[in-house]
Structures are given as structure tokens and as C-alpha cells.
């Protein structure tokens, strides 16, 4: 039998200690990726999807700063209707924001990137739900804005800035009954649908926005406005470490004397963030105890090997093979406790996600939806415990003479 | 014959000195022997096979196998795996593989192949009698099917000495038979060292020596 086949049988040793192991590792695994996938998913209760045309958001990836050409008292309505954010500056004052200021913005201190975006609203010639939502509302942007404006394609491609090409939230394909390849008729123009855009969960700006680029929204709707070079949103993003309010206020005293006229500012904030215990600190608690969970969990049927170890020097293993066995053994049972933690936590999560937040996914798109990077840094953390966890016994057990390892109960 | 154990004033202490396992052994075996160590128990007779075995390290002393210095040696490992074959009075097999694997199980330190490894292992099965339970779980073999399988796992890598610790202590009379049996046949055959720790005379008279020890003393060499 060659040493890899016996490494995985001497995985298996004994039924009862496999499943001991197995099972309070695969609980710990899914505390850290129930864990990891819903720190978005607790956001997501705080904020209305629908918001997000308003692009009002901030969490720990990207701080935006949105300042935008309505009034105050549509921000209001807005932000206390969330409640998720809070509003400096002006109340009364009607702001403009055009193409001009975007360079400028981008020059200020602490200031990360800028997107200007136009927001309106169509009404499809096709067969729309007109007693529910009537209206289509597109955010144009230049594409290559991609990121910035956190767009995550789950099907498809993002669009061309020259071609008559779209690209649609998955709850409006849905209600539209279109797919890619198809085609959505704007205002009598015909738009190819090349992809489909929906949120990631922990990601709470982008989520249901239809994006067309910038110049075929505001020419769309220039009819209704007359000042074309108007932009309807600017997006910025703050760099890590930079205080956001701080500079909100910079760029409102800064722009207010030098434009002569007023700014209202809108920064938002996750209420998550606010209210509950500091991200980071809530997303660390449940790993840390499943980290320990995992170090116990292996450690001790590390330790229970100890008479095995003593067997196998008396016939003359040197220690390195038997810290290979060990490394192995504790490999393969951590490989099989993330499959089925894995396995379990998708399950669970797509049961949370679709019945409580009354997402309207099927499996496969709620897969396409979520964040592997969880995974994988799950995963990698997982590894790297557990063999630090099996590490220290099998150490201890190589140290020991054989004669005392034989004798260990 | 060339002297293949050379043991003198080894001591091995317990707990501090309190306790003399060994109180200084002097003893010289020769290869080919066939030797059985008895006396009564705590009398320190395990102490001095796992010495000779290097499963533990001697106080003081001097203890020489094989040409090997036990007391200074780094790397015992690979001494134990090319030169001993152990035979514990519990079988000490590991449950979840089947015999013949148990019996491959020293081989790994001894760069064979898996394949030449099981056709070793099977002729070993066949020699022990064993060659119809290959397949079988230790927990389904009687207690001295599984001390025959012990026994052919500690020739695997074709050991200049045995060294069986009462070997046959949780056996009857008939199987305690097929085990002496075999280990004598084996060192008839292959002029294999015998040294086996037992209580049982009808075994220890079996053998070409006896050595009685008492409180960690030799104190009668039928030599
Ligand atoms: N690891 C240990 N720690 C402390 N004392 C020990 C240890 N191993 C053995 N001893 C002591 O050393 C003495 C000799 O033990 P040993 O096992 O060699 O006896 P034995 O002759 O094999 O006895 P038995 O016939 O009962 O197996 C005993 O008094 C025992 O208590
Ligand atoms: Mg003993």
C-alpha cells in the first residue's frame, strides 16, 4: 500500500473519532462563513434596495461621497426614510453639479476616483409591469467606470460606450422577460442586452441598476433637460484612511466659495457600521471562536493518536514521517469538513437569503451572486489552523520515548 | 561467534532514582542465540528489552547491538527499523488497516516499493499461516492469529534480532505453542537472534540460554 493511500485510511481510523472531528470542524467552518457572507446580509436588511439609484452607500471597501443636482428635501426624504444617512451642508439651496467639476474633484487631497453619472427614467414599449414598477430608471456612466461604480456582471459582458448595447438588473430582466442576446426598445431606440448586473451580498450600492453609457442617457432625456452638460450624480471615492466628513466639508467650503454658490452634500453611511459593534469587530468574534473550535477539535485528535505514534517509532518511523501522516490525516479531514461546512452553509444561506430578504434567486444565481473570496480565505484559514493545531501534539508525541507513547491511554 | 548485544553496567532509573530498573545489567549475547529472560515481575525485564531494542535510552553504562552505541546514538529510527523486530505482548495492531497492511507497516522506512512491499508481506502472511485472512480487520482475528500477524510484521524488514516481550502472555497453551513455534523455526532457519521476556518455562525451556534477572540484576546465566 503505497503512503498516500495509507494516509487517508489512518484519516478514517476510527468511525466515532472521525465524525467528532469532522463534525466540530464543519460547525466551526460554517460559523466563519455564515460569518463572512452575512456581514452583507445584515446590511442588506438596512438598506432598501431601491436606494441604490441614489448610489447612497459606504462600507468598509469604498467611501463615496455623493453629491447630486436635487434638493435637499429629496435627500432628506430619502436618508430618513433609511435612515442610513446623514446629510451636511445647505437645506435649501438647488445645486448643479456638471462634467467641469469631476476634474477638479479628482485633484483634491484624499480623493480616490470620481464618476459622473446621469440618472433617468424610461418607459419600455414593451410589457412592463405598469401596475407595479412603470418605469425603467437607467444610470449612464462611461464603462470603463465599471468598478468604481461596483457593477458586478453575473451574466453576459459590460456594455460598449458607442454601441446601442445595455446592460440590465437581474430583477428587471425578470420582469421584463428578457435575456442576453435580446433586445429592450428605449424611447423608439433598440438596446442589445449584453449582460446582467446584481449585487453582490456585502456589496450594497450597485445592486439593481439598469446602465446604459452616459451620453446616450443624457441625449435620451434631453428633451426634458436643457443643460446638457448636467450631471445628475457624482460619485467619489475616499481613499482607505481618510476621514469622509472631513473631506466632505473641505470639498463644501472649497466649491461653495469658489463656484459662488452653494453645495449640498450628501455622505452616506452604512448604518451597520454606526450602530452595531465596529465591522471589523463583529466579523472577527464568530471566526475567532470557530478558530478555536478548530484548534481544540484537531488537537485533541492529534493527542488520541499519541499510542499510534508511539507504535510506529518502536518499529522504526523516524519523526518526519510521522509529521507527514499527521500533516495529511489533518489535511484530508479539514478538506472534508469545508466540503460538507461549504455545502452546508450554501444551503442555509440561500434559504436565509431568498425567505427572509424575499430575494426572488434560483440556486444558480444565488451561487453567481455570492463572494468566493469568502471561501477561499475560509479555506485558506481553515488549512493553516488546523495544521498549526495538529502541529503541536504530534510534536510532543514524536518527543516522548516510545516506550511512553506505547503506554498512553 | 561475533557478540551481537554487549551490555555492561547499564542502569536505567525511574522517577528520580527512586526507582532502579536497571541496576547495572552486564550481559554479552552472541548472534544466532536463542535467549530467554524471566523473573518475577517488576524485576525490570521489559526495561532491559526496550534498552536493547532502543525503544528507550539507558542512564549509564554501556550497551552495544549490532555495533551500534545505543547510548550515544542520535537517530535511533533508523537502527529500529533495519536491525529489531519487536513483538510486544499486546499486539499493538493499528485496527482500521486490514493484517496485511498492518504487516507492510515497517517497510515504509526501508524504500521498497508498494509492490514489492505486499509481495513480501504475503509471503510473510503465508509463512505465519495466515494467508487466507490478508484481507481481514485485526479485530476479527483471534488473539493468536493476531500475535502470528505481530510476528511476521517485525520480520518485514528482515531484522538481525527479535525481540519478543511475553510474547505469548495472553495466549493458551496451544497458540502460545504455534508462536514459539514459529519464532524457533525462524531462528533455526535464518539464524535470526532470539530474545524473548517470558513467565512461561515451558517456553523459556524451549530456548538455548536463560537469564534471570531480580531488581534489575543478573543473578543466573544458564550460560
Ligand atoms: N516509565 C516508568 N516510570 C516509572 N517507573 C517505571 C517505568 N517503567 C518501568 N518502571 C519501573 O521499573 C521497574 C521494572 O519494570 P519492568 O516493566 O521492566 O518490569 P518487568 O520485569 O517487565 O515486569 P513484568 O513482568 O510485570 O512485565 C518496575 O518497578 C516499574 O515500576
Ligand atoms: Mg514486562
Known sequence: MSFSKFIFKSSFRKKSATLFVISGMTISIILILLSGLNVGFVREKYMDTDFMILGISNDNVSNFIIMDNKTDITLTDTA????????????????YVNESLINMLKSEEGVDGVVGTYTTSFNPNNNFDSNNNNILTITGFKSSEQELMKINIIKGRMF???????VLSKKEMKVLNKDVGDSVSIANEDYEV??????????????????????????????????RDILWEIHIKVKPNYNITKIAENIEKKYESEEKRNLSLHVSEDKSTISFLPDLTYKLIPEFIAIIMILIFITKSVHDKTQEIGLLKAIGWKSKRIFSMILGETFILSICSFLIGSITCLIINFEIQTTKANLNLDFISFLQTLDTNVFTYTFLIVIGIALIGGLFPAIKASRLSPTEALKYE | MANIVEIENLTKYYEKGSVKALNGINLTIEEGEFVAIMGPSGSGKSTLLNMIGALDRGDKGKIIVDGHNLLSKKDLSTFRSQTIGFVFQLDNLLPMLSSIENIELPAYESKTSSDEMRKKALELLKSVGLEDKAKFSPVKLSGGERQRIAVARALINSPSIILADEPTGSLDSDNSQKIIQLLKDLHEKENITLIIVTHDSNVANQSNRIINILDGKVVNDSN
Open chain 1, 160 to 166: 460598449d460606450d458607442d454601441k446601442k448595447e445595455i
Open chain 1, 80 to 95: 430618513s426614510g433609511n435612515g442610513n444617512s446623514y446629510i451636511i451642508g445647505k437645506k435649501d439651496i438647488k445645486l
Open chain 1, 194 to 227: 449584453v449582460g446582467i448586473t446584481d449585487k453582490k451580498y456585502g456589496e450594497s450600492y450597485t445592486s439593481l441598476k439598469n446602465v446604459l453609457d452616459i451620453e446616450t442617457v443624457k441625449q435620451e432625456n434631453g428633451g426634458k433637460q436643457n443643460n
